[in-house]
């Protein structure tokens, strides 16, 4: 004890003043530590010094002033706030701007048509005197079947809308549609809807005005637009069938390969599916799936697709001989078999991937039309909200993760990769510097509580506040 008050009257010798008044009360800074100067019951100052050691607890020795006369650094704690922009990406911020039918890229038609080309459109939905630097991508495939259905369906639409709202640029895509009565022909038409697809993200990741972040892509889709969507994250060439991989491109402009330069953060799966389980062991990309567990269209685990008239004919003669192989060959479907929501979230559990499954016991299709065939805008809100939250949840690569080091106890340690702004506290002790992810901190063992605290906002715009209590 001699030797501590040695130490702390040494330290206090080079600040005594002289002073018209006593130490005001509060917290000092000094070479060595940290004073609290206070009064005593009986109205007396007294103080407690807190000696850094080196340790993450202080050494405390408790004095009596005695009226001495001191000019003292005042301690002042850093800024310290949590940020409240926590709605971002959750609820309605930014009205909305829209361009419509921006072309993408030139293509053949469709499988019927091989000579003929179309331009292939996307309308783009942002939001409006937002303040990100960057804004995350959401694609939205349209339904469909790969036989019909618009970027301009309602549903698309208001979806789009939604998002573009929440501080998301959105793209409708219009892809390639038409197929044949062969497996041969429906593999043709997914693989040309995923080409499409990812000619349109690529295009959309050129115009620098958009603000686009890269590493915040995510997908959508109803029915065919949701098999498109969960084959544009986890597909690959190699897993293509075999008759795609050994068929020439017949994109006219659109030629590149699949996906290169970006990677999906996650899917919105309303009722899809996909053709080879094998593909969900590609990547590391969360799913939330909708489907009715009674689905007569797309099967909630594994089977056929629905195979009765899948396209239109005006060859009266090339349509009743369709229509004949149908009766003679009724087991013959012209898609692949499929595996719906139920496998999906079952073998991306199983991989530990995230995956969110809302299953509905109807016989409904499409679920966001009531059986009236009206718009259900109750369950599609919730369809919207839930999906925004599962999105937001997955917005950020390395999220904000607090720790101690193990080798050094005074100092805090954030992963600041996606990190724009950093604020710190300390209940219980004080701040001895700081930087951008590390904090070195003193506590006062004294205190009735001790903890350490960070606060900022991604890169994204999102934020975050940890905290550790000791």
């Known amino acids: 004890m001699r030797n501590r008050l040695s130490l702390f009257f040494l330290s206090l010798a080079g600040l005594l003043v002289s002073c018209s008044r006593s130490v005001e009360p509060g917290l000092y800074q000094m070479q060595d530590g940290f004073l609290r100067v206070g009064l005593d019951s009986l109205g007396r100052e007294e103080a407690v010094f807190y000696r850094n050691t080196g340790n993450l ?20 704690a850093p800024e310290f706030r949590e940020f409240s922009d926590r709605d971002l990406y959750l609820n309605p911020l930014f009205a909305v701007g829209e361009t419509k039918d921006v072309v993408y890229g ?20 942002y939001p409006r005197n937002d303040r990100a630097d960057l804004r995350p991508l959401l694609v939205m495939l349209h339904g469909g079947g790969f036989k019909d259905g618009d970027k301009r369906d309602t549903t698309v639409v208001e979806w789009c809308r939604h998002f573009a709202s929440l501080g998301y640029v959105v793209s409708s895509v219009n892809y390639r549609q038409g197929y044949r009565r062969t497996v041969e022909s429906t593999d043709d038409a997914l693989y040309r809807a995923l080409k499409d697809a990812n000619a349109s993200v690529r295009f959309l990741l050129k115009r ?21 969507a969960l084959s544009l994250a986890y597909m690959r060439e190699e897993n293509l069938p075999e008759v795609i991989q050994e068929k020439e491109d017949t994109t006219v402009v659109v030629h590149q390969p699949l996906m290169r330069g970006f990677e999906v953060r996650a899917v919105a799966n309303l009722w899809g599916a996909i053709t080879d389980t094998s593909i969900l062991h590609n990547a590391v990309i969360p799913v939330i799936s909708f489907q009715s567990q009674n689905d007569p269209v797309v099967p909630f685990g594994e089977g056929f697709p629905y195979d009765g008239p899948v396209e239109e004919e005006t060859n009266l003669f090339k349509a009743a001989l369709e229509a004949l192989l149908s009766l003679l060959l009724p087991d013959v479907h012209p898609f692949r078999k499929m595996f719906g929501a139920g496998m999906i979230d079952r073998i991306l559990k199983s991989r530990q991937v995230g995956s969110e499954l809302h299953a509905y016991d109807t016989e409904r299709h499409d ?13 599609f809100d919730a369809v919207k909200e839930m999906t925004a939250r599962f999105f937001s949840t997955r917005m950020e690569t390395n999220p904000v993760s607090l720790r101690q080091d193990p080798e050094d106890l005074q100092v805090f340690v954030i992963n600041d990769l996606e990190v724009q702004t950093c604020l710190w506290k300390v209940e219980g002790g004080v701040i001895l510097g700081k930087s951008s992810d590390t904090i070195r901190v003193l506590l006062f063992p004294d205190a009735s509580e001790h903890s350490v605290s960070v606060s900022g906002v991604y890169s994204s715009g ?9």
Do not use: C, Q
């Open 367 to 379: 679920l966001l039309y009531a059986e009236d065939g009206t718009i259900d805008y109750p369950f």
């Open 106 to 125: 030139r293509v053949v038609r469709n499988a019927s048509s091989e000579r003929e080309t179309e331009d292939l459109t996307l309308d783009i939905y």
């Open 208 to 228: 620098d005005s958009l603000l686009i972040d890269r590493d915040r892509i995510f997908a959508s889709g109803m029915d065919a637009g949701a098999i498109t």
């Open 57 to 76: 607890w202080a050494d405390t020795t408790h004095l009596v002033l005695d009226g001495k006369k001191l000019s003292l650094k005042p301690y002042v």
């Open 462 to 470: 999102l934020t975050f506040f940890e905290t550790v209590e000791l």
